[in-house]
């Protein structure tokens, strides 16, 4: 398991839930719930900073099936942005299915009702992402999910929309 402070980071189209683990990348706990959209860039960055990270990772939804939508889409663009602004900083996509609803019953199941999950519910999707995303790291030894690559110097200035690739 390599050494160093992971954000998590779900991406929602209004706000997003930030994680992080602690030095030795065993336990995921919650940090803030960011507001989606001007700034929130800048946000993660003091997040980061103030955090001493040594890599993001960002949840990538997709159906059960495997397929990618819209919102992974998106958060691919986020990802890629958060990337951009970051850099030299490693981001890395994390597959995220079902982790809103496993928040949802874990703050339900320790008496979180429905309409006051509302501030919280992103944070603990957060978690629930970076968390699998430690365990999985653990489980196979290998960083987990996919690098992100920020977007050519080309595709900065006009090149291929979206930017970066997903190796």
Known sequence: M?????????????RIGVARSDPSGVLATPVE???????DLDRLAEIAAEHEVVEIVVGLPTS??????????????????????????PVRLFDERLTTVSAQHGLRASGVKAKNQRGVVDQAAAIVLLQAALDAERA????????V???TEGERSGGEPGGGAVR
Not at 33 to 39: C, E, L, Q, S
Not at 140 to 147: Q, S
Request: zero cysteines.
């Open 2 to 14: 390599r050494d160093g402070v992971r954000l998590g980071v779900d991406v929602g189209s209004v």
């Open 33 to 39: 719930t960011v507001r989606r959209g001007k700034g």
């Open 64 to 89: 059960l099936s495997g397929r990618e939508g819209r919102a992974a889409e998106a958060a691919r663009d986020f990802a890629t942005r958060i990337s951009l602004r970051l850099a030299p900083l």
């Open 140 to 147: 196979t030894g290998r960083p987990p999910g996919r690098p």
């Open 149 to 151: 690559d920020p977007p």
